[in-house]
Structure formats: structure tokens, C-alpha cells
């Protein structure tokens, strides 16, 4: 198997791996269990019906995942979602709305949970390119 077969192989999976998480996500915030990278703000007040907004809207990103895992061409379309994603967790990570619902306690915690969503965004990107970008699609 070459360089470009193997990233292709650890793509497909890579994004199996992400619709799995969003399953997991949607299922969190379904039933409102609040553990950390499955609930990124997991200790800041909420409304339960939020989270079960929530938790239909992360079904768009199981959908979508596992859509790329088929079939390549989508993938653009996931990155594209999850770097909107990682960015827009860090708009709220530093947002003065969050801050003052934090009562003075620390953002490392979602700031660590944004930091995992932009490693795994670079690791798909990195193996999306490595594999022949939309060359192969």
C-alpha cells in the first residue's frame, strides 16, 4: 500500500471516527449528559430544550461525515463545516457572553475540548491533501 492509499484508508475511517463522535454528541445532548468533548460547554447553565435543538442539528454532522466516508467528494464539505465549527467555538471561548456566565472561572477546559476539534479538522485536512486532495475525488 503506498502514501496515498494509506491516507486514503485513514480518511475514510478518520471521518467514520467523526460521524461515531457526532452519534455520541447528538446522543449527550439528547438526554442532556454533560461530559466533557461530548458537551463542550458541559458546566455553564442551559435550557433543555436547547440541547435537544442541539442534538438534531449534530445529526446534519453525523450525516454529513458519514456521507464523506463514502464518498470522497463530500469531503470538502465537512472540512468546510468543521473549521466553521473550530472557529466559531472560539469566537464563543472568548466571547463576554460566556464570561459572564462563568462567574469568573477558567475557559481552559473548552479551550482544550476547541483545541482536540482543530487537531482532528487538521489531521482530516492533512490526510484529505496526502491522499490526493480532489485529485482522486
Not at 36 to 61: E, G, N, R, T
Request: glycine share 8%; with cysteine.
Amino acid at each position: 500500500m503506498n502514501r496515498r492509499d494509506l491516507a486514503a484508508t485513514l480518511l475514510r475511517c478518520s471521518l467514520w471516527f467523526g460521524a461515531a463522535y457526532f452519534c455520541c454528541m447528538a446522543v449527550a445532548h439528547f438526554f442532556g449528559l454533560k461530559y466533557p468533548l461530548l458537551f463542550v460547554y458541559y458546566d455553564v447553565p442551559f435550557y433543555a430544550y436547547q440541547d435537544k435543538i442541539i442534538s438534531f442539528a449534530v445529526v446534519a454532522y453525523v450525516c454529513l461525515f458519514a456521507n464523506a466516508a463514502v464518498h470522497r467528494v463530500a469531503v470538502p464539505a465537512a472540512l468546510a463545516a468543521l473549521g466553521v465549527t473550530v472557529a466559531g467555538l472560539c469566537a464563543v471561548n472568548g466571547s463576554d457572553a460566556l464570561g459572564s456566565v462563568l462567574e469568573g472561572r477558567s475557559t481552559v477546559a473548552y479551550w482544550l475540548q476547541t483545541g482536540f476539534i482543530a487537531c482532528y479538522f487538521v489531521w482530516l485536512l492533512a490526510l484529505y491533501v496526502t491522499s490526493g486532495g480532489a485529485q482522486k475525488s
